[in-house]
Structure formats: C-alpha cells, structure tokens
C-alpha cells in the first residue's frame, strides 16, 4: 500500500513540475509557448544581472530573484509560507543562513534537482537554469527569513 502511494506521489511530482517539450511531442504550439518562456527567461535575465550590481542582496537583488522564480515552475511545488510537495520558501530560508557557500550549494541543486533533504520527494531538475539566475532565485528565498 505504501508503494502504490509512493509511485502515484511520484507521477504527481513529474506531472506538476513537467519536462520536456521534446517528451510531448513537440507541437507547434508547444514551441510557441517554449519560444515565449525564454524570451521572459532572456528579460528577466537581463533584469537580474543589471539590479544584482547595483544593490547585492538589497531589496532590488531580492526583486530580481522573486521575478525569476515567477517566471519558472517553481511555484507549482512551493509556496512562500505553506508546505506543497516540496518545503516553503520561509522553511528553507530557516534551516540556510545567506553565505555564499550556501548560496552557491542551494544554486546548484536548484539546477541539478535531487532529493534527501526535504524527505523522499525528488525535486525536479532545472538544467535549462542560468547558474547566476539559480542564485538571484535563492537569494530571494533566503531572504524571506522570519
């Protein structure tokens, strides 16, 4: 009984968090949609790397990241203050204080996805993620410390 909720917990997590546009069959629409994400993804982008010099972990750095996380999937498994499939923005702000070490550690699972800190619930892989994105992203979750 427990595997038969673990494995339809798991298809939630792969279909909630989604993949690739190759594995769908690749539409026109579906491309379409792809083409609009990254043209939000180079925007937001830009709007990060160009408020990330001007106030590090300021209040602008923190804009930035909270941009880049809307604009990915990451919502679909966190909330700021609720426990979905995976931890709240303001549980893991409590368990990493904002090093840079831990900056650069949360960046790359945020990229290479995993599992094991949170319970057994695998967070899905972001490889598509710009690595200075990933860590606008954590420093805005790191910031919503209470």
Do not use: R
């Amino acid at each position: 009984m427990k595997k038969a909720f673990f494995i339809l917990g798991m298809c939630a997590v792969l279909s909630a968090c989604g993949g690739s546009a190759g594995s769908k069959g690749g539409s026109d629409s579906t491309d379409a949609a792809n083409q609009t994400a990254k043209a939000t993804n180079s925007d937001a982008d830009t709007n990060a790397t160009k408020t990330g010099t001007e106030a590090a972990g300021g209040s602008a750095g923190s804009a930035a990241g909270e941009k880049l996380l809307a604009a990915n999937d990451c919502g679909t498994c966190h909330k700021v203050d609720t426990k979905v499939i995976g931890p709240a923005f303001q549980d893991i702000a409590k368990k990493y204080d904002a090093s840079e070490a831990n900056i650069d550690m949360l960046a790359k699972k945020v990229i290479a996805g995993g599992s094991g800190n949170w319970g057994t619930m695998a967070m899905t892989a972001h490889p598509g993620l710009a690595e200075a994105d990933a860590k606008e992203i954590v420093k805005y979750i790191l910031s919503l410390k209470k």
